[in-house]
């Protein structure tokens, strides 16, 4: 399996911004994703990246969060700006070996349920 290791995350006032990494051991063959959970929350999809380039983003993250990926490190990003209270939760990095498009119809890159492999999270305080 896949190691993932999440870092970047931090205490910062609202409007501001954050870097997330998620460094893996390897990048398989794999749609990524970004996920969030807050105390009494379930474990929400924040944005995704699948093989061809193509993105996802939650209605509530889009125009401010933007994920990327960097090829010869093995790390995924999740660049936050204008961070919001609401932001405020643990931040993790996943990896969908099926590899499917995020245009595809019949795919749900920001559920929870396509994933099974999970880093430790990175906290991230927006007050």
């Known amino acids: 399996d896949v190691q993932l290791v999440e870092s970047g995350g931090g205490s910062v006032q609202v409007g501001e911004s954050l870097r997330l990494s998620c460094a893996a051991t390897?990048?398989?063959?794999?749609?990524l994703a970004w996920f969030r959970q807050s105390p009494g929350k379930e474990r929400e999809g924040v944005a995704a990246l699948d093989v061809g380039g193509g993105t996802s983003y939650a209605d509530s993250v889009k125009g401010r969060f933007t994920i990327s990926k960097d090829h010869a490190t093995y790390t995924l990003y999740l660049n936050m700006t204008d961070l919001k209270p609401e932001d405020t939760a643990i931040y993790y990095c996943?990896?969908?070996?099926?590899?499917?498009?995020?245009?595809?119809?019949?795919?749900?890159?920001?559920?929870?349920?396509?994933?099974?492999?999970w880093g430790q999270g990175t906290q991230v305080t927006v007050s």
């Open positions: 390897a990048f398989t063959y794999s749609t």
């Open positions: 996943a990896p969908d070996p099926s590899a499917t498009l995020v245009s595809n119809v019949r795919y749900s890159p920001l559920s929870s349920d396509e994933y099974s492999d």
